[in-house]
Nanobody, 123 residues
Framework: QVQLVESGGGLVQAGDSLTLSCAAS?????????MGWFRQAPGKEREFVAA????????YYADSVKGRFTISRDNAKNTVYLQMNSLKPEDTAVYYC???????????????WGQGTQVTVSS
């Protein structure tokens, strides 16, 4: 199973930007992996945020973050990023990196998960 380690979380103010990183233990950025970001706010279920498929060069975002968040990956560093701009208090959550084998982006079926990193946005 792929090991994933997130970093970059913290406390920011509304309107600020933050970049999360997810380092993978092996080369998951071959054409057979989809990488994703999810988040879970207190008292809520975990929800999909964004995903990237290297093989089809495609990305997909939840409506709540579209236009504000950008997912990207650096194959040389085995790292996927989540650039978050114009942060809102409702973006406060624990953010998780995830991976699954496959080429088509779906919001389910991820099999490897990181431990999560806390993002807190104050108003």
């Amino acid at each position: 199973q792929v090991q994933l380690v997130e970093s970059g979380g913290g406390l920011v103010q509304a309107g600020d930007s933050l970049t999360l990183s997810c380092a993978a233990s092996e080369r998951t950025f071959s054409s057979s992996y989809v990488m994703g970001w999810f988040r879970q706010a207190p008292g809520k279920e975990r929800e999909f945020v964004a995903a990237h498929s290297w093989s089809v060069r495609n990305t997909y975002y939840a409506d709540s973050v579209k236009g504000r968040f950008t997912i990207s990956r650096d194959n040389a560093k085995n790292t996927v990023y989540l650039q978050m701009n114009s942060l809102k208090p409702e973006d406060t959550a624990v953010y998780y990196c995830a991976a699954k084998k496959g080429v088509v982006i779906t919001t389910a079926g991820f099999t490897s998960w990181g431990q999560g990193t806390q993002v807190t946005v104050s108003s």
